[in-house]
């Protein structure tokens, strides 16, 4: 039985390299955190495979960073671990985008790599932690 510190250590694995990736804004080395299949949502329509990924990450201003939060972890098979998490994307010009983010990282041979990668926009002030539930709707 695996636990949540597994989970989570896994996890930082692969968002730590695409972190690095994506701070030091080398497109390809943030698509190679991705399967060659993997399903990817971010801002604009989704793609599927490595090559829409680096052309997404490619798109993005220089000075992007990210910084993320594990919110919550999900063993779903051996070789699949789902990912709940916080992101925040800081840039040079304008002010951080707030977004949950939702991964499905999955162990090839090779070691693990993002296959589902599902971004949720938050409106301002709307960020979800487990300490800062949903805002209710009035």
């Not at 991705?34 to 949502?41: G, K, M």
């Not at 990912?83 to 990282?105: I, K, M």
Request: glycine fraction near 6%; hydrophobic fraction near 35%.
């Amino acid at each position: 039985m695996t636990s949540t510190t597994d989970n989570e250590a896994i996890l930082r694995g692969v968002l730590d390299q695409w972190k690095a990736a994506v701070d030091a804004h080398e497109p390809e080395q943030v698509a190679a955190c991705f399967t060659e299949d993997a399903i990817f949502q971010g801002l604009r329509p989704y793609s599927v495979g490595r090559q829409g990924v680096a052309e997404y990450y490619d798109s993005q201003p220089l000075g992007l960073t990210a910084r993320y939060e594990i919110l919550e972890t999900r063993r779903l098979a051996d070789d699949l671990v789902l990912g709940y998490h916080s992101v925040e994307f800081d840039f040079t010009d304008r002010p951080t985008l707030s977004v949950n983010l939702s991964l499905l990282v999955k162990r090839l041979a090779s070691g693990w790599y993002i296959a589902l990668y599902q971004v949720s926009l938050l409106p301002d002030g709307h960020r979800r932690t487990p300490g800062n539930p949903e805002p209710r709707v009035r």
